[in-house]
Nanobody, 119 residues
Framework: VQLQASGGGLVLAGGSLRLSCAAS????????VAWFRRAPGKEREFVAS????????DYRNSVKGRFTISRDNAKNTVYLEMNSLRPEDTAVYYC?????????????WGQGTQVTVSS
């Protein structure tokens, strides 16, 4: 599975961005897709995930109510709509895919897209 992340950029605090993660395979062959991020000098952290089949979602607490993850199986694409952005959201955002439920299940990773939120 190859993943292509896009949509990052520079935005003022309070602004919005939409990230896209396009998969090379039909998303029906993927179990779950997630977004992670890594800020400078920090560890990579989970942001949000979505079940490709059922659409169930999960978010880290700091983005709940501001970020929305969704999928379009016809386009083999997962989106991350980010609103009310804060400077602390600045990071490289990566999408990742899992083909089955197991520990460490995210085997496939996109190249990352930079999100910079200025105050």
């Amino acid at each position: 599975v190859q993943l292509q992340a896009s949509g990052g950029g520079l935005v003022l605090a309070g602004g919005s961005l939409r990230l896209s993660c396009a998969a090379s395979l039909r998303t029906s062959s993927i179990y779950r897709v997630a977004w992670f991020r890594r800020a400078p000098g920090k560890e990579r952290e989970f942001v949000a995930s979505i079940s490709v089949s059922g659409g169930s979602t999960d978010y880290r607490n700091s983005v709940k109510g501001r970020f929305t993850i969704s999928r379009d199986n016809a386009k083999n694409t997962v989106y991350l709509e980010m609103n009310s952005l804060r400077p602390e959201d600045t990071a490289v955002y990566y999408c990742a895919a899992a083909r089955e439920l197991r520990p460490g299940m995210y085997d496939y990773w996109g190249q990352g897209t930079q999100v910079t939120v200025s105050s």
